[in-house]
């Protein structure tokens, strides 16, 4: 058979659909049962169906996190407190670097720990006490990441202090490495909440007690106790600090008063003459 008869023929799958063959007819129909079928779920029989397979998955969960991912991520640290748990993944940790985590950080859920040693011998992450990373988040480490207590990273969040490649086209063209002056700390402090999938820039420092809104792109300096969001990440709110922190209170921005009407001078006079 020919390659042109061959694309004309059609397929068993698009004979069965689009015939009016009563045996196509009769397959489709055949294939709408299936789809809708279903079976009586009575509580006394599903209720124990249920408990008995949350009990096995959490079985299979604790033996994943406690036996595998725990002691793994563990053996990672360089330094490790007491009371750091993960989730059921083993965290993906690539190169070497000093990894130094604090009492009672949690990991929730896969993490992906990046060490990038061409711009420091030992490049340095350093996760606070009672801090909690979330899902899926990403941590690209170039010279140093540091992160305070009691912070929480939400889902998807990507903490990186090299952009990984040149600003020349012609050296990122050639795979050359960013340059090293691109390559700046990251320093998250005390008390501070990230919202998911927030891409936070090399050189940044988000003040303690600050808000990052989801989605948002930090570069620069966040204040403490105010809260950003956008892309560039913009001041839209402040916090109230505890009386102890009452130092770090943000600065209101001055607002101009707006003109009277009736007391405005006209401008239209003015644009009439030009």
Not at 77 to 83: A, F, H, S
Not at 238 to 244: A, F
Not at 249 to 260: E, F, G, L
Request: hydrophobic share 45%; proline share 9%; net charge positive.
């Amino acid at each position: 058979m020919s390659k042109e008869s061959q694309a004309t023929t059609p397929s068993m799958r698009h004979w069965v659909a689009l015939s009016p063959h009563p045996l196509a007819a009769a397959l489709r129909k055949a294939r709408r049962g299936l789809r809708g079928f279903t079976l009586p779920a009575p509580r006394v029989l599903v209720l124990p169906y249920l408990w008995l397979f949350l009990a096995g998955r959490g079985v299979i969960f604790f033996i994943r996190r406690a036996f595998i991912a725990e002691p793994l991520f563990k053996a990672y640290c360089t330094r490790v407190g007491k009371g750091v748990t993960t989730g059921i993944y083993v965290p993906w940790v690539q190169g070497k670097g000093e990894l130094i985590v604090h009492d009672h950080v949690r990991i929730s859920g896969k993490l992906s720990i990046n060490f990038a040693a061409r711009f420091s011998k030992r490049p340095r992450l350093e996760i606070g006490h009672h801090t909690d990373l979330a899902h899926d988040c990403r941590l690209v480490v170039g010279k140093e990441i540091r992160i305070g207590a009691h912070v929480e990273i939400a889902g998807g969040v990507t903490l990186r202090d090299s952009g990984g490649h040149p600003a020349d086209p012609a050296r990122r063209a050639a795979g050359a490495p960013p340059d090293e002056a691109d390559v700046k700390p990251i320093i998250v402090h005390d008390n501070v909440w990230i919202g998911s999938h927030v891409l936070v820039l090399p050189g940044s420092e988000i003040g303690e007690g600050s808000i990052v809104s989801a989605y948002s792109v930090v570069s620069g300096v966040v204040a403490p106790y105010t809260v950003v969001a956008g892309n560039p990440a913009r001041r839209i709110g402040t916090l109230t600090p505890p009386p102890e922190r009452a130092h770090l209170a943000p600065v209101a921005k001055a607002v101009a008063p707006k003109p009277d009407p009736v007391t405005a001078p006209s401008t239209d006079g003015a644009a009439a003459a030009g």
